[in-house]
């Protein structure tokens, strides 16, 4: 059984930087990609960016691309979503996910 617990999010102007982070409990957690997805209101969730097991090899939505940066701690068994030069159209709920598990979700909102 994986838990997963999202933090970090909040309330920030346009053009300024969260981070967000995941911690995980369970086994094998160095082993596996984990992703973060994000789900406006009224959108279907979509896909941010992921990391491999290693951390060596990353992917971004082209909507994130050169803002956003995705690391992982795997000795704290910690994933992070750094996000620079927000936008409004970033407000969303933000999940992780490892294999099936998801977690909570946590809430960004960019003000204009």
């Known amino acids: 059984q994986v838990q997963l617990v999202e933090s970090g999010g909040g309330l920030v102007q346009a053009g300024g930087s969260l981070r967000l982070s995941c911690a995980a409990s369970?086994?094998?957690?160095?082993?596996?990609?984990v992703a973060w997805f994000r789900q406006a209101p009224g959108k279907e969730r979509e896909f941010v960016a992921s990391v491999n097991w290693s951390g060596g090899i990353t992917n971004y939505a082209d909507s994130v691309r050169g803002r956003f940066s995705i690391s992982r701690d795997n000795a704290k068994n910690l994933v992070y979503l750094q996000m620079n030069s927000l936008k409004v159209e970033d407000t969303a709920v933000y999940y992780c996910?490892?294999?099936?598990?998801w977690g909570q979700g946590t809430q960004v909102t960019v003000s204009s």
């Open positions: 369970g086994p094998s957690f160095s082993s596996y990609t």
């Open positions: 996910r490892l294999g099936i598990y």
